[in-house]
């Protein structure tokens, strides 16, 4: 009896299913933790091979591109770096898996043709890499040292009066590590020979141009004093701090952040300082008059006054609203540059004066003054307070007089063609009155000294 055509094509197809299977599994059984026949990596037969075997024949392939040179180029050519180096590495074990797997994906029918195949066309695996982009950057760091070319500000003197610029500016040359350290990857990826860094230019922090414009004072101020030995050298030494100072457009001057401490250590002397409304030697006297004098011509070089505060009472050496008192680690002038220019500062220090000069780009036809309004005089207390004072010997007694006190505002008043465009309240003052005080001593009597002539 015939059977259907039907059945019998079935028949024939389990058949060859059933073959096919059979070669499958003898062939799996044949390479089992080996590499199947047909397959290359990177053109090279790999079939029977197994993993252990594969390490060798691997690193032997990645050798020659893990050594090739890769130039790196910036303004001129700078070094040639292996590409290991530079964050190349092979993925062993992926290149492993890729060729072990190679002929065994799917069911067995797959399996079969698949491998019916490899035996005509090989199939051709890559060696895997990898790619460390902070390993390139790392790279590019040591082989550029970050920067080639340091920016160089420019050098300026002030000479009779003027800022004169004395040695130009240049600008500096940087590599931009980040990117150039993706440009590297693309270049190792590719197998491009050589790769040009990304390079920035790097603009000095005062430059030819802008110094040129500064030339002219924007404001000048000078307060006097007497002459005293200690208290000039204080003056002398804060001063010299202050001088030379270059102030970019929205920075921030702090009066001790640049003077620093005034203590023997760093050779400020003893002289008179305001305390408690009391003048008493104290160490650094005479900043004061430094950190009040940079006040004013803070104001009238149009600075923003962050943080200000007056004496206890009116200082002798300016009108009452002009003063800024300091005292390092606890009262601080504090003053911003919001001109949106370079200023430049310049101190200078005679026998009875002290001079703070601000050069910066002159608006012409701009005027800026200073005024102390709504002064309101605060009347002295009717009562009298005893202090005592160690200082002064027991027994003996001081009365100091009453003294009113004062509140006021400090007004920034600007000018331009003569007519007022801006202004407004910098500083506001509190001067406390005082009561008469009676000062008692309370330290140790003169020592008195005996007549111990022999008596004849």
């Known amino acids: 009896m015939r059977r259907p055509p039907r059945l019998a094509a079935l028949g024939l197809l389990l058949g060859a299913v059933g073959v096919a299977a059979g070669w499958t599994v003898a062939i ?73 797997a190679a002929g065994r994906e799917g069911g067995p029918v797959r399996r079969a043709w698949t491998r019916v195949a490899m035996r005509l066309r090989p199939i051709r695996l890559p060696v895997v890499y990898r790619y460390d982009v902070h390993a390139a950057r790392a790279a590019v760091h040591a082989a550029t040292g970050a920067l080639l070319v340091e920016p160089r500000d420019a050098q300026v003197a002030v000479v009779r009066g003027r800022l004169v610029v004395v ?60 002459p005293s030995p200690d208290r000039v050298h204080n003056i002398r030494l804060a001063a010299s701090a202050l001088r030379g100072l270059l102030l970019p457009p929205g920075a921030v001057l702090s009066y001790n952040a640049v003077v620093g401490p005034r203590n023997p250590k760093v050779g400020y002397r003893k002289a008179p300082v305001l305390i408690n409304n009391e003048l008493v030697p104290g160490d650094g006297g005479g900043v004061c008059q430094v950190s009040s004098t940079l006040f004013n011509a803070a104001v009238l070089a149009e600075m923003a006054v962050e943080r200000r505060t007056n004496h206890s009472r009116p200082v002798p050496y300016l009108a009452a609203g002009r003063d800024a008192t300091v005292e390092y680690g606890s009262i601080d002038l504090r003053l911003r540059n919001t001109t949106g220019s370079h200023l430049y500062l310049w101190t200078e220090v005679g026998p009875t004066s002290v001079t703070v000069t601000i050069f910066g780009p002159r608006l012409p036809g701009r005027e800026v003054t200073i005024a102390v309004t709504d002064q309101v005089v605060l009347p002295a207390p009717t009562h009298t307070v005893v202090r005592h004072d160690p200082q002064l010997p027991a027994g003996q007694m001081r009365v100091e007089p009453p003294r009113t006190g004062l509140r006021s505002r400090t007004v920034r008043v600007v000018r331009q063609d003569g007519v007022v465009v801006r202004r407004e309240v910098v500083a506001l003052n509190y001067y406390q009155p005082v009561p008469q005080t009676v000062v008692v001593g309370t330290g140790a009597a003169p020592r008195q000294v005996s007549d111990r002539r022999a008596v004849p």
């Open 28 to 100: 799996d059984r044949a390479y089992h933790g080996r590499v199947l026949p047909g397959v290359q990596v990177e053109g090279l037969d790999v079939g029977g091979l197994s993993a252990s075997e594969l390490v060798a024949r691997i690193e032997a392939m990645a050798q020659a591109r893990l050594q090739r040179s890769l130039w790196l180029d910036a303004v001129t050519p700078i070094a040639a770096l292996p590409a290991q180096a530079l964050g190349l590495g092979v993925e062993i074990n992926r290149t492993i898996r890729a060729a072990m």
């Open 167 to 226: 040695s130009p500016s240049r600008d500096g040359v940087v590599v931009d590590e980040a990117a150039s350290a993706i440009r590297v990857i693309a270049a190792l990826v590719s197998g491009q020979p050589r790769v040009a860094l990304a390079v920035q230019s790097r603009r000095p922090g005062l430059t030819t141009e802008v110094a040129a414009r500064m030339a002219e004072p924007v404001a000048r101020f000078t307060t006097w004093f007497p």
